[in-house]
């Protein structure tokens, strides 16, 4: 293996949301099945500074990572095809670079020059894609965001024309993914937007190295070879990435193409390993012919956008796999949820998921969910805002207090079952001061949760500012809610579950984060488990 790394570099072109994420989630998992050490970061042309203060409806779920940075949500594909974590470093956006850059300005480290886009921002861009080659990596991937043309895209394109120039030959690729449009009147597939991006790319100094073409139909040929003599590639380089009816085929797609191979003799990197594909081959047969198949209502209010629950909805895929079951998701807005509705809404539901969340909207259309949910014994998984509305729901209709609140939507609340956490109390700025990465949790003797993990202490990941108020855990336990998981230095509840119903837990961390195609989450498979268990007493 290599003593010092070699990069890949991503671009996109023609259009946005080719799936440049899955491409290069995709690599990386071939060149880590075949023995090499690999990293995938994101470069973000916006000008926010990470995607946390974001409305999902814009890019989609925000992911947090382990070391509680708040990411594109492009990291966790990363994680769940590469079984392996990433961090602050994997996601750098253009608001990053300026603030970093603006601040050595400030702090006068530039010595009075003129601070501009050349050499200043492209040099903290080369610097960012850079600190990952100094860790444990033969392949760095760095997938740069948006669409090649973009004023915004600019300094970064910029950026790996310097960095290709220094690393010299064989040392860094660049892979063009781009669109061949189908033109249904004259069944033809078109290859002139794909050559006009690559021009684009050239006009900017950087020659791709291999074309990964989006299309609807199989490229023939003449196809291929007409792109290789307009794009500068050999055929061989032309890859198809064909629509597939799950993203987790697109490895397989790839590799059937020696798309690896490709990749490895462009980087001067040996060819002899073989792929070990096994599991997750075997995930895809099993997610591919399920024996079983539930619904799962999952309650939220951006559910016109799916992206932003992406990280649940892949927990489920995983999770179905390993019990062979299809989770089928009926989205559900909690805006339309009301006493009179919900029966009609949630009665084709197996099982139901409250989603996480902010914000007072759709608020009472959980709760009457969670309500419906508790009392006919539907399994019932809570997460974060989630877990939230059950204990409001709890405390509101079994313990009588009628104005049980939490504090984000009422803060005057004579009963604040969930309420702002200590450390919150004083935080003014919105960006980056949740609660936020990985914690530790102590999992309480005899509880189902307990039984779940297997495990005395668990790590999982949280983003949220309410907490479970510790003053009622008495009363809740008294009847029957009882804490399942709590911080081990602060005994901060971080999990409730409701011992006299079949499954009904909440939990204020986010286990979707964690779930990979490799090591589906526990706590997703006995929610599978339970759903399943209730069907077969039906
Ligand atoms: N709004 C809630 C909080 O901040 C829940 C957050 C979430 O669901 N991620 O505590």
Same mark, same amino acid.
């Given at each position: 293996?290599?003593? %010092?790394?070699?990069?890949?570099?991503?671009?996109?072109?023609?259009?946005?949301?080719?799936?440049?994420?899955?491409?290069?989630?995709?690599?990386?998992?071939?060149?880590?099945? /075949?023995?090499?050490?690999?990293?995938?970061?994101?470069?973000?042309?916006?000008?926010?500074?990470?995607?946390?203060?974001?409305?999902?409806?814009?890019?989609?779920?925000?992911?947090?990572?382990?070391?509680?940075?708040?990411?594109?949500?492009?990291?966790?594909?990363?994680?769940?095809?590469?079984?392996?974590?990433?961090?602050?470093?994997?996601?750098?956006?253009?608001?990053?670079?300026?603030?970093?850059?603006?601040?050595?300005?400030?702090?006068?480290?530039?010595?009075?020059?003129?601070? &501009? +886009?050349?050499?200043?921002?492209?040099?903290? $861009?080369?610097?960012?894609?850079?600190?990952?080659?100094?860790?444990?990596?033969?392949?760095?991937?760095?997938?740069?965001?948006?669409?090649?043309?973009? $004023?915004?895209?600019?300094?970064?394109?910029?950026? +790996?024309?310097?960095?290709?120039?220094?690393?010299?030959?064989?040392?860094?690729?660049?892979?063009?993914?781009?669109?061949?449009?189908?033109?249904?009147?004259?069944?033809?597939?078109?290859?002139?937007?794909?050559?006009?991006?690559?021009?684009?790319?050239?006009?900017?100094?950087?020659?791709?190295?291999?074309?990964?073409?989006?299309?609807?139909?199989?490229?023939?040929?003449?196809?291929?070879?007409?792109?290789?003599?307009?794009?500068?590639?050999?055929?061989?380089?032309?890859?198809?990435?064909?629509?597939?009816?799950?993203?987790?085929?697109?490895?397989?797609?790839?590799?059937?193409?020696?798309?690896?191979?490709?990749?490895?003799?462009?980087?001067?990197?040996?060819?002899?390993?073989?792929?070990?594909?096994?599991?997750?081959?075997?995930?895809?047969?099993?997610?591919?012919?399920?024996?079983?198949?539930?619904?799962?209502?999952?309650?939220?209010?951006?559910?016109?956008?799916?992206?932003?629950?992406?990280?649940?909805?892949?927990?489920?895929?995983?999770?179905?796999?390993?019990?062979?079951?299809? +989770?089928?998701?009926?989205?559900?807005?909690?805006?339309?949820?009301? %006493?009179?509705?919900?029966?009609? *809404?949630?009665?084709?539901?197996?099982?139901?998921?409250?989603?996480?969340?902010?914000?007072?909207?759709?608020?009472?259309?959980?709760?009457?969910?969670?309500?419906?949910?508790?009392?006919?014994?539907?399994?019932?998984?809570?997460?974060?805002?989630?877990?939230? $509305?059950?204990?409001?729901?709890?405390?509101?209709? +079994?313990?009588?207090?009628? &104005?049980?609140? %939490?504090?984000?939507?009422?803060?005057?609340?004579?009963?604040?079952?969930?309420?702002?956490?200590?450390?919150?109390?004083?935080?003014?700025?919105?960006?980056?001061?949740?609660?936020?990465?990985?914690?530790?949790?102590?999992?309480?003797?005899?509880?189902?949760?307990?039984? $779940?993990?297997?495990?005395?202490?668990?790590?999982?990941?949280? /983003?949220?500012?309410?907490?479970?108020?510790?003053?009622?855990?008495?009363?809740?336990?008294?009847? *029957?809610?009882?804490?399942?998981?709590?911080?081990?230095?602060?005994?901060?509840?971080?999990?409730?579950?409701?011992?006299?119903?079949?499954?009904?837990?909440?939990?204020?961390?986010?286990?979707?984060?964690?779930?990979?195609?490799?090591?589906?989450?526990?706590?997703?498979? %006995?929610?599978?488990?339970?759903?399943?268990?209730?069907?077969?007493?039906?």
């Amino acid at each position: 293996m290599s003593t %010092s790394p070699k990069y890949i570099f991503v671009t996109g072109g023609v259009t946005s949301s080719l799936g440049k994420g899955i491409v290069a989630a995709s690599l990386g998992l071939l060149l880590k099945s /075949r023995g090499f050490r690999v990293t995938i970061q994101k470069l973000d042309p916006y000008i926010n500074i990470d995607p946390g203060t974001l409305n999902p409806y814009e890019h989609g779920e925000c992911y947090v990572t382990e070391d509680g940075a708040e990411t594109d949500l492009d990291l966790g594909h990363y994680e769940r095809f590469l079984d392996a974590p990433t961090s602050q470093n994997n996601n750098v956006t253009t608001g990053k670079i300026y603030q970093t850059v603006i601040d050595k300005e400030r702090r006068g480290d530039f010595l009075g020059k003129t601070v &501009q +886009v050349i050499p200043h921002i492209t040099n903290e $861009i080369k610097r960012r894609i850079k600190i990952l080659g100094k860790q444990d990596y033969d392949i760095i991937i760095t997938e740069i965001g948006g669409t090649v043309g973009d $004023i915004e895209s600019l300094p970064y394109i910029e950026s +790996v024309r310097q960095l290709r120039y220094e690393l010299g030959e064989k040392n860094s690729i660049v892979i063009h993914l781009t669109l061949l449009p189908y033109l249904a009147a004259s069944g033809e597939l078109k290859t002139k937007p794909s050559q006009h991006s690559v021009r684009q790319l050239m006009e900017s100094g950087v020659q791709a190295d291999i074309l990964v073409c989006r299309t609807e139909h199989s490229i023939e040929k003449s196809i291929r070879a007409k792109l290789a003599q307009f794009c500068n590639v050999p055929v061989s380089n032309v890859i198809e990435c064909l629509d597939a009816d799950s993203i987790y085929q697109v490895p397989l797609l790839l590799q059937a193409q020696d798309f690896d191979q490709v990749v490895l003799k462009a980087l001067n990197l040996s060819t002899d390993s073989q792929s070990e594909l096994g599991d997750w081959k075997e995930f895809l047969l099993k997610y591919e012919n399920p024996k079983n198949s539930i619904t799962i209502g999952l309650i939220g209010k951006y559910v016109s956008l799916q992206d932003s629950y992406k990280s649940i909805i892949e927990a489920f895929h995983h999770a179905g796999a390993s019990q062979e079951t299809e +989770v089928k998701i009926e989205w559900i807005y909690s805006g339309d949820l009301n %006493s009179n509705t919900v029966e009609e *809404s949630l009665k084709k539901c197996d099982g139901i998921l409250i989603a996480p969340g902010f914000g007072d909207r759709g608020i009472d259309g959980k709760i009457v969910s969670a309500k419906y949910a508790r009392e006919n014994r539907i399994p019932t998984l809570g997460i974060c805002l989630g877990m939230q $509305i059950m204990t409001i729901e709890f405390a509101r209709n +079994v313990l009588r207090m009628e &104005q049980a609140n %939490s504090t984000e939507f009422d803060d005057k609340t004579p009963n604040p079952v969930i309420a702002l956490m200590e450390d919150q109390k004083n935080v003014v700025e919105k960006g980056g001061t949740m609660r936020l990465g990985a914690w530790s949790c102590k999992l309480v003797e005899d509880s189902t949760l307990k039984n $779940i993990y297997g495990l005395d202490l668990i790590t999982e990941r949280h /983003r949220h500012r309410y907490e479970f108020n510790g003053d009622y855990k008495k009363l809740f336990e008294e009847n *029957s809610f009882k804490t399942s998981g709590e911080n081990p230095d602060t005994n901060l509840t971080e999990a409730l579950e409701l011992t006299t119903h079949p499954f009904y837990i909440g939990v204020q961390y986010h286990p979707e984060y964690k779930s990979t195609v490799e090591k589906p989450h526990p706590l997703f498979k %006995s929610f599978i488990q339970a759903v399943l268990s209730q069907q077969n007493k039906a």
